[in-house]
């Protein structure tokens, strides 16, 4: 990572883990972290979940996981896999044939939980089929599905039987000599996850999959997730994330890729920062934030935006983002571009003015970036 000397208290120094691959994404080593969801569609239903697909990864997934319970869906698998751009996990449970059909389908990763799937016998032949055809592996351990001889020897599911399941199944992948595997254990109580997660950075190298599972609806799962991953992150702890949600899978990619954001690990798209707004507001601030984070939402470049009501805080504000705008008095307020102060703007104009000015900065800083990467292909 590029270490921030100005402002120390901003680096995050990433666990090293080493890289593997799920489709062409990078998951582990020095690879961005990767925010992934889960369709719940049903599988059967091709049409539908391909639109679900392609509206994950419109919002920004890297990865997206389907889940395989029967044949009709591992034959569904096959043709969704030629429908979409975005590399598919195949989410297999109790039936280890899924997995083997699966890969076959052309699933760029299976999610296998060890404790529900069988044997070591029925897991070296998911290993094969994964081999053989270019496939990685996801140890899912999860809290609330753990083998009974851990159950027997813990009394209950806590991180220590959570890793040492996840433990045990490493090293049937590695005495099978299979190495392209990442790892999660996930549980709904945010402290287990947390502990278990720590643990697991110090027992292995491989890249580790973060998430709180079955955090609950779109409020309290995205501020379990907040709190249990992003304390995590900024531990350098995680190399690819899924926010789980009772919600829209375009709602957990979002939910990701903001916490990711907050913490300066992946930049993507318009950064708005706003005011909680009060008396002193010279436009509605909460309606006007509502409005642009639609019609935002096709902007695809980093960089910020921030929409202040009044001049307390504003003008500061203003300064450290791309496109500003605070709030005066008399119906107007102050624009800002590039941190500077520009042009007083009346509020009736304010959202399609402010539309125009980042779409126009956005221009700027990708020619900025392409210009950038040519003279460094060109030095190479």
Not at 223 to 230: D, F, P, Q, R, T
Not at 352 to 378: M, P
Request: aromatic letters at 4%; one cysteine or more; proline letters at 3%.
């Amino acid at each position: 990572m590029s270490l921030n000397h100005i402002r120390p208290w901003r680096n995050i120094y990433r666990r090293k883990s080493r890289m593997i691959h799920v489709g062409r994404v990078p998951v582990g080593g020095d690879a961005p972290i990767s925010v992934q969801t889960m369709t719940n569609t049903l599988t059967t239903d091709v049409a539908a979940t391909v639109a679900q697909i392609n509206a994950a990864a419109e919002a920004g997934a890297d990865i997206v996981r389907v889940s395989v319970p029967d044949q009709e869906s591992s034959r569904a698998l096959r043709q969704i896999v030629r429908e979409v751009d975005v590399p598919l996990v195949a989410d297999i449970h109790f039936h280890y044939k899924r997995g083997i059909e699966a890969a076959e389908a052309g699933a760029a990763c299976l999610r296998i939980n060890p404790g529900n799937i069988g044997d070591a016998t029925r897991v070296r032949e998911v290993i094969k089929a994964a081999r053989d055809n270019n496939c990685s592996i996801r140890i899912g351990v999860n809290a609330g599905s753990l083998e009974k001889h851990l159950l027997d020897k813990y009394g209950e599911p806590c991180p220590d039987a959570m890793v040492e399941s996840g433990l045990e199944h490493i090293k049937i992948l590695q005495d099978n000599d299979f190495h392209e595997f990442k790892i999660s254990v996930k549980a709904s109580d945010v402290f287990m996850a947390a502990a278990a997660y720590q643990q697991l950075a110090e027992a292995t190298d491989a890249p580790i999959h973060l998430g709180i599972t079955e955090a609950g609806g779109f409020v309290s799962g995205t501020i379990k997730s907040a709190i249990g991953l992003g304390n995590l992150l900024w531990m350098g702890i995680g190399d690819t994330i899924r926010v789980s949600l009772s919600a829209d899978p375009v709602q957990e990619v979002k939910v990701g890729f903001e916490i990711l954001k907050s913490l300066g690990l992946r930049h993507r798209g318009v950064n708005i920062i706003s005011c909680p707004s009060c008396a002193r507001q010279g436009f509605d601030v909460i309606k006007t934030v509502e409005i642009l984070e639609k019609r935002l939402e096709h902007i695809k470049t980093p960089m910020s935006l921030s929409i202040i009501g009044c001049v307390v805080n504003g003008p500061g504000e203003a300064l450290m983002t791309d496109v500003g705008f605070t709030g005066g008095g008399a119906g107007s307020g102050m624009v800002y571009l590039a941190g500077k102060q520009s042009h007083k703007l009346g509020n009736d104009q304010m959202v399609e003015h402010i539309v125009e000015q980042v779409e126009a900065r956005a221009a700027v800083i990708e020619e900025q970036i392409a210009s950038e990467k040519k003279a460094t292909e060109a030095a190479e």
